[in-house]
């Protein structure tokens, strides 16, 4: 892995609260086409970390890279601009609103001519039409009616329309906070394959997760984050659901044998 470029980096990324530091010193390394599991106790400051990847906080010092190049971004807006998609815990989602619209949220699609231009309509012919192919490339047609509200949903098929629709626009990285935290195992289960699928397409992936199976399962690198900085990145095939508790938790310093090439 260190011989390739990463896709997204930071370097001595340092973020303050007043006299709380909430990240100190921390670096983070993401690599074209994995899975990257970030763990870490709570108050480590891996949430801080990642709002500052996803332009969501503004560091006070250091620098971020996106393909090589530094980037200073003020606002989860300019990020995804820059093609780096985040599914937030609560998703982010609109219940009242249909599964394209939520797909399409703050990027509609405007008819051309005079009746997009000028009367700002709404081309939901072809919203509706991307949302379908997008769900259905990624198996997600058990939803029949593509203009269904959200809040009609389950909790796994709202997880797979945010995760949809990352994977949709995040033309670089998909960054997930904590995707499998309130559903079920079946549903649970159906977000893995997804977050497995997307990958397998060429995305790399940031997975936030307290849940260590998950995150064992389908991470191929998994950073541990303690005290506000990145204390190691270790292998999920050399180390165990055990060890990585014992680093998050100050019980165990790590070994060279546990740790990711």
Do not use: W
Not at 5 to 24: E, F, H, M, W
Not at 104 to 125: C, N, S, T
């Amino acid at each position: 892995m260190s011989a390739r470029q990463p896709v997204l980096s930071g370097r001595g990324i340092v973020k303050n609260y007043g006299r709380v530091t909430a990240i100190d010193n921390a670096d983070f390394d993401l690599y074209p086409g994995e899975i990257l599991a970030v763990i870490g106790d709570n108050g480590a400051g891996k949430s801080s970390l990642i709002k500052t990847l996803s332009g969501a906080v503004v560091p006070d010092e250091g620098e971020i890279r996106l393909n090589g190049e530094q980037v200073h971004f003020t606002s989860p807006i300019e990020a995804r601009e820059a093609g780096i998609e985040t599914v937030y815990q609560n998703l982010a989602l609109s219940p009242a609103l249909s599964i394209a619209d939520n797909m399409f949220l703050g990027r509609e699609i405007r008819k051309e001519g005079f009746a997009g231009k000028y009367l700002r309509m709404l081309d939901r012919k072809a919203m509706e039409r991307i949302a379908r192919e997008k769900l259905s490339d990624l198996g997600l047609m058990t939803i029949q009616n593509i203009g269904q509200t959200v809040e009609t949903l389950s909790g796994g098929q709202r997880q797979g329309v945010a995760v949809a629709r990352a994977a949709a626009f995040g033309s670089k990285v998909i960054i997930l906070d904590e995707p499998t935290a309130a559903l079920g195992v079946k549903e649970s289960r159906k977000v893995l394959e997804l977050i497995q699928d997307v990958r397998s397409r060429g995305m790399p992936i940031v997975l936030i997760s307290h849940n260590m199976p998950h995150v064992f399962e389908v991470a191929d690198r998994i950073h541990v984050h303690r005290l506000g900085k990145r204390l190691c990145v270790i292998d999920p095939k050399l180390a165990s659901m055990n060890d990585a508790v014992a680093l998050m938790t100050g019980a165990k310093t790590p070994e060279k044998s546990m740790m990711a090439a």
